[in-house]
């Protein structure tokens, strides 16, 4: 079974925008034409140019951003005031502080999204560790270095196709 065409897409996204590889250089490495390329790269919802200038972000950056979502939450839940029933307070203040159903989802995603941050090891990590390793032996051995980046090539593509 072949690699499906989104994971070929994403692929291609992360040796554009995190190698800055060129579009011909991107399409050896995928294995589909320039053209294609060039039309996945300008798609209004890929816009690669702009994901270039920006670069990926970091997986430490979006769970320091989900962390701080999660933290805000539980300020917001502990500092409401004390419900008010009739003109008095309520015996338990804690009662106030239970999220709401909503509040409740929200947590519920935002954990999600830490825990498969946490765990889960993306294709960008794959291309990130495999640019950095082919860095390093190029610097050592060019030839080696380019025998290993056809190695690395296959090593991702089978990541692609084995998920």
Known sequence: MGISKKKELEYARILYVSERLTYKEVSERVGVTEKTISKWANLPEENWDKRRKSLLTTRQSQLVHWYNQLEAI?????????LIVKGKELANPLKNNIPTNSEADTMSKITSN??????????????QVTKKILEFIQKVDLDAAKLLTRYADEFINSKLKNG
Do not use: C, T
């Open 114 to 127: 830490i825990q498969k941050l946490e765990v889960e090891i993306s294709l960008g990590e794959y291309v």
């Open 74 to 82: 539980n300020e917001e839940i502990a500092n409401r005031p004390p």
